[in-house]
Every structure is written in structure tokens, then in C-alpha cells.
């Protein structure tokens, strides 16, 4: 069985490092890919051979927003079932609504700890029905 392979697309180092963090304890296999905005995330899924498991999408990010790198992440074929995870500061409820209508899988409030973003990275992970909305 090939190790899980997650992309997290998130302008802040921080962010990232913490996701890395979190992910290793959730899943001790996986693959990490990351990419610092929208344009750098399509360029590297544009190739077919980038083809991740789950996509985790902040949504603040410079140059290209996550709704529109959400858009044109659904508009490349052979992710059309990988699941996009909204991954952000933001709980305003029109962006909940707005990238569930884009076709985001969860939208994900990033949590304050380590320890509560890693156990939602082990829900998603083992495919738990969650609701639409995860937040701490």
C-alpha cells in the first residue's frame, strides 16, 4: 500500500510547518507536498504524475485566492475526485458556503493546537463522516 499523499497549499511558513507537524503524528507514512500559493499548487498538480491524495487549501493567500485556485483546481480532470479540504483562518459563513458550492470536500477553521489539528487530520484521513464545517 502506497503512503497517503497530502498537498497543502498555504502562503505562511508557520502553517505549514505546523500542518507538517500535525500530519506526521496523524500518519506516520504519508507523503507531504507543499506549495506557497495558487499558481506554484497548479503548476505541480498540472503534471500527471501529481496526482494527491487529499488537497488542504488555505484561503488568504497573495496572488491567487483559495476560491479561485479551488475553481481551477475542479476544472483539471484527473483530480476531479481528490478531496480539497479548505484549510483557513476564516469562519465567515459565506466563504463555508462558497467553497462548498465550488466543490471543496470540508471546510477546516485552523485550530489553535497542534494536538486538535491532528486529530482532524486522522478523521479526514480514515474517511470518517464528518460534517461539511469542521472547527475547534
Known amino acids: 500500500m502506497s503512503p497517503i499523499t ?5 502562503d505562511d511558513p508557520d502553517d505549514r ?3 507538517a507537524l500535525a500530519l506526521d503524528e496523524a500518519d506516520k507514512s504519508h507523503r507531504y507536498l507543499t506549495a ?15 496526482r494527491p491524495d487529499y488537497i488542504f487549501l488555505d ?21 476531479s475526485d481528490v478531496p480539497v479540504i479548505i484549510y483557513s483562518t476564516s469562519s465567515y ?10 466543490g471543496a470536500t470540508y471546510f ?11 486529530n482532524f487530520l486522522v478523521d479526514i484521513l480514515k474517511q470518517k463522516t464528518l460534517p461539511f464545517y469542521l472547527k475547534a
Not at 477546516?108 to 491532528?118: A, C, D, E, H, Q
Open 6 to 10: 497530502c498537498l497543502l497549499i498555504d
Open 17 to 19: 510547518e505546523i500542518f
Open 36 to 50: 506557497q500559493n495558487g499558481f506554484e499548487a497548479l503548476e505541480l498538480l498540472k503534471g500527471d504524475s501529481s
Open 59 to 79: 484561503l488568504n493567500m497573495p496572488l491567487m485566492d483559495g476560491k479561485e485556485c479551488l475553481r481551477e483546481i475542479k476544472k483539471i480532470e484527473h483530480l
Open 93 to 102: 459563513a459565506k466563504d463555508v458556503e462558497d467553497t462548498k458550492l465550488l
Open 108 to 118: 477546516l477553521t485552523k485550530p489553535s493546537s497542534i494536538r486538535t489539528l491532528t
